[in-house]
């Protein structure tokens, strides 16, 4: 997958179905912005997801322009107001629903604290996105909590 940010803000977007071709249309569209590329860009086997859209710094994006979005970010030095998340994703029926740990630093400890759990290791991320479409998944959040999106 990738992590993905238009010029027009400082939201990110999570994309999982995802290749050289595909990413190089993204980069393509960072001028233009999230909106026109929804709309122009035909992405089947992919899934866009919103990140930590409550995060300070981010706007939330209207509920119906990504296929889904990052209901629990758990960085635990960010304020991503999961709870209120959860409640708006409930609220606007968004279908897909991911959790993730923001760990893109080592000795960061928050490491593994959000996992997606699925019945098989998907050996792509164009499996990973047909996983996220099909529901058929189940959220970690720390080291013993499950939580149904």
Do not use: W
């Amino acid at each position: 997958g990738a992590e993905i940010r238009f010029r027009e803000n400082n939201n990110d977007y999570l994309l999982y179905g995802v290749d050289r071709e595909i990413l190089s249309i993204c980069y393509d569209y960072y001028e233009k912005g999230v909106e026109l590329f929804r709309k122009e860009v035909k992405l089947p086997n992919s899934v866009f997801i919103q990140a930590h859209p409550l995060r300070d710094g981010c706007e939330l994006c209207a509920t119906d322009l990504p296929d889904g979005i990052e209901t629990f970010n758990m960085h635990p030095n960010q304020k991503s107001q999961n709870a209120r998340m959860v409640r708006i994703a409930a609220q606007n029926n968004v279908k897909i629903k991911i959790a993730g740990s923001d760990f893109h630093h080592k000795n960061c400890d928050h490491e593994a604290l959000a996992a997606l759990r699925t019945r098989y290791l998907p050996k792509d991320s164009f499996e990973l996105a047909s996983i996220l479409k099909s529901g058929d998944y189940i959220l970690e959040i720390g080291e013993d909590s499950l939580v149904l999106p």
